[in-house]
């Protein structure tokens, strides 16, 4: 039974430039959050999906955006980027209720 | 908005000691508290979670008590190995049947020396 699994596991940018991160999420999930984890600190939430509708959100700017797909996977699009944008974006999947995030192992993006 | 406190921040113990570390949160409507481990490069991993209706849980050497009236919630690790090393995060949530946001704390290093 796959995890949630992630894409790219790396990726360096320039400012500016646009980016879009992947997330598959584990079996028998239909929710998708995203987190942002900068070093050092704890994940900060970005926003959850489910059924294809952005459920909640976090205290993002607009740069940020998601869309779920029908098959729950998800993606993450982070338009006009700063060197602050720069971290481990992390994705995890649950059922809606009752709780059980699991975590994939994340991108690392670096904007240089 | 929520708001979760972890301390302290590092903890050094040696093995076989136990380990404390403390969170608490502002939303009193909040109903889910998991632990997290993170090792260094790797994803978080849920250790051990707790519900609202619930004031404690255990799970072999790690366990989980919860103080609804004062807002706060511990992890307790005994017997500690060097393989508990690691870093770790509290974090709450307002569960509700549309969203459920975990909102996590600033994490605690956690070094067990031999």
């Known amino acids: 039974d796959a995890g949630v699994t992630q894409s790219p596991t790396h990726l360096i940018k320039t400012r500016g430039q646009q980016v879009t991160l992947r997330c598959s999420p584990k079996s028998g999930h239909d929710t998708v959050s995203w987190y942002q984890q900068a070093l050092g600190q704890g994940p900060q939430f970005i926003f959850q999906y489910y059924e294809e509708e952005e459920r909640q959100r976090g205290n993002f700017p607009d740069r940020f955006s998601g869309h779920q797909f029908p098959n729950y996977s998800s993606e993450l699009n982070v338009n006009a980027l700063l060197l602050g944008d720069s971290a481990l974006y992390l994705c995890?999947?649950?059922?809606?209720?009752?709780?059980?995030?699991?975590f994939g192992s994340g991108t690392r993006l670096t904007v240089v | 908005g929520e708001n979760v406190e972890q301390h302290p921040s590092t903890l050094s113990v040696q093995e076989g000691d136990s380990a404390v570390i403390k969170c608490t949160y502002s939303d009193s409507a909040s109903n889910y508290f998991p632990w997290y481990k993170q090792e260094l490069g790797k994803r978080p991993q849920l250790i051990i979670d707790i519900r609202s209706n619930v004031g404690e849980k255990k799970d072999q050497r790690i366990a989980v008590t919860l103080n609804k009236t004062a807002k706060h919630f511990s992890l307790h690790i005994t017997e500690t190995q060097p393989e508990d090393s690691a870093v770790y995060f509290c974090?709450?949530?307002?569960?509700?049947?549309?969203?459920?946001?975990?909102?996590f704390g600033t994490g605690t290093r956690l070094q067990v020396t031999l």
């Open positions: 974090a709450a949530s307002r569960a509700t049947g549309t969203a459920s946001k975990l909102t």
């Open positions: 995890a999947s649950s059922p809606l209720l009752p709780l059980g995030y699991t």
